[in-house]
């Protein structure tokens, strides 16, 4: 039973690499029609075909168009707002998803060829599969923080061009130019949708939502409010800069006054782990005990979950909003 249950999860695991090879694939073949959906919309050819018909330029709804996967996961998780704000525009959702499967299946192989406790491969599998999504995590967050930084530095761009004559969209093609990633191509991008003919209030709209930044939104608001009402928005643009090189003043000093909370937090949070790896090099029967015996299962239940209430407590006490 348990060979038919390796072979079994062997196949998957093939199943899923081969999967998410062919998704990769054609992905990249239809990057160029991502780009051009996200930028225009649906264009429409202006020539009739043979049968008389005005066939799309790209063919089908642009909800026929987004993978199977990511509608399913539309519901709980905006998958495709993750990726683009981490950088990783070029990744699919299903290419995503499908390394996530591949991960989780090779670890249940793995553990269950040559590892012990084969009650915790599930865990194993879990673990693995969530190793992709905590590190899309922590690349997107270090990328909103590295905007929210370069932003202060564009908004000065932007007010000097205004002084010096140019139009607004002169100053994000400044910026666009000479800041550096994650900064620059956004506002390239906005550049460029508003030379499209896309109104300069839905371009900074859409910029918003590509990059959730609080900083971003009173700027993006400054603008929209200036255009409707009229007003010096050069001396607006230096009190947002102001105002958010002292947030991120303020933010560094409570982060060096939390610093002693976090190192405890992550002290606390990695000993039992640690532990038990120690204590299944000392006395494997001795540990074992909390898998095999119900009383222990339930105790090794508590422990995580007053671990994860622990984690939880910590996060709070040493989280300070600016």
Request: glycine letters at 10%; one cysteine or more; a positive charge.
């Amino acid at each position: 039973m348990t060979s038919f249950i390796i072979l079994l999860c062997v196949g998957l695991s093939v199943a899923g690499l081969i999967f998410s090879l062919a998704t990769w694939t054609s992905r990249n073949r239809e990057s160029h029609r991502d780009r051009l959906l996200q930028l225009t919309g649906k264009v429409k050819r202006t020539k009739k075909d043979g049968d008389g018909a005005l066939p799309s330029l790209i063919r089908g709804d642009l909800s026929e168009q987004i993978h199977a996967v990511e509608r399913a996961l539309a519901r709980f998780w905006n998958i495709r707002a993750w990726l683009e704000q981490a950088g990783w525009a070029k990744v699919s959702p299903g290419q995503f998803v499908s390394v996530l499967g591949a991960l989780a299946i090779g670890g249940l192989v793995l553990h269950l060829a040559l590892l012990p406790m084969k009650a915790i491969a599930p865990l194993t599998a879990i673990v693995l599969g969530l190793l992709p999504i905590g590190y899309l995590w922590f690349v997107r967050g270090r990328r909103l923080k590295k905007f929210g930084l370069q932003l202060p530095a564009a908004l000065d761009l932007i007010s000097q061009a205004l002084r010096a004559g140019q139009s607004l969209p002169s100053g994000f093609q400044m910026v666009a130019q000479q800041s550096a990633e994650p900064l620059g191509p956004e506002f390239g991008r906005c550049f460029e949708e508003q030379n499209l003919g896309i109104p300069l209030e839905q371009c900074l709209k859409r910029m918003v939502e590509r990059v959730p930044n609080m900083d971003l939104k009173f700027f993006v608001t400054s603008v929209v409010l200036q255009r409707q009402t009229g007003g010096d928005l050069a001396e607006v643009l230096d009190k947002i800069a102001g105002l958010i090189r002292e947030r991120i003043q303020i933010a560094g000093q409570i982060q060096a006054l939390t610093g002693e909370g976090r190192l405890s937090g992550i002290v606390l949070l990695a000993l039992p782990p640690a532990l038990l790896l120690v204590m299944l090099r000392l006395n494997y029967d001795y540990v074992m005990m909390l898998f095999n015996d119900p009383l222990g299962r339930k105790m090794l239940l508590i422990g995580i979950v007053t671990q994860i209430l622990g984690a939880v407590c910590i996060k709070k006490i040493i989280t300070i909003k600016v």
